[in-house]
C-alpha cells in the first residue's frame, strides 16, 4: 500500500511561481511512473504532467506547457511541480498520483493552490 502526501500549497499572485511536493512510501518509489493532477471548482479532475519512473520521459498538459515542470528524486521518494507564471485559471486541488501500467491507481489526498489576480 503506498501513501502519498502533498505539500507544498497556498495562496501565490498571478506571475508567481510556487513547488509542490508529493512524498511517498510504501513500495519502491523508483518503480512508477508519477503524475500531477489538478481539480478546479466545479470542473472535473484533469491531467496536468506526468513523468517516468527513470525521471527521462515527461508529458505536460497543453495548458501548463512552458510553465510548468514535473521531476523527481528517486532517492527522496519525492516528485516535484514547478509552477511558474501562474496564472488565476491554475487555482485548483492539486493531487499527485502513481501509475501502474496504463491506470493511476493512488492518489494524494490534494493541497490547494490559490492565485489572486
Known amino acids: 500500500q503506498v501513501q502519498l502526501v502533498e505539500s507544498g500549497g497556498g495562496l501565490v499572485q498571478a506571475g508567481g511561481s510556487l513547488t509542490l511536493s508529493c512524498a511517498a512510501s510504501?513500495?519502491?518509489?523508483?518503480?512508477?511512473?508519477m503524475g500531477w493532477f489538478r481539480q478546479a471548482p466545479g470542473k472535473e479532475r484533469e491531467f496536468v504532467a506526468g513523468?517516468?519512473?527513470?525521471?527521462?520521459?515527461?508529458n505536460v498538459a497543453d495548458s501548463v506547457k512552458g510553465r510548468f515542470t514535473i521531476t523527481r528524486d528517486n532517492a527522496k521518494n519525492t516528485v516535484y511541480l514547478h509552477m511558474n507564471s501562474l496564472k488565476a485559471e491554475d487555482t485548483a486541488v492539486y493531487y499527485c498520483a502513481r501509475r501502474t501500467g496504463v491506470e493511476y491507481d493512488s492518489w494524494g489526498q490534494g493541497t490547494q493552490v490559490t492565485v489572486s489576480s
Open positions: 510504501g513500495r519502491p518509489f523508483s518503480n512508477y511512473a
Open positions: 513523468l517516468s519512473s527513470s525521471g527521462t520521459i515527461r
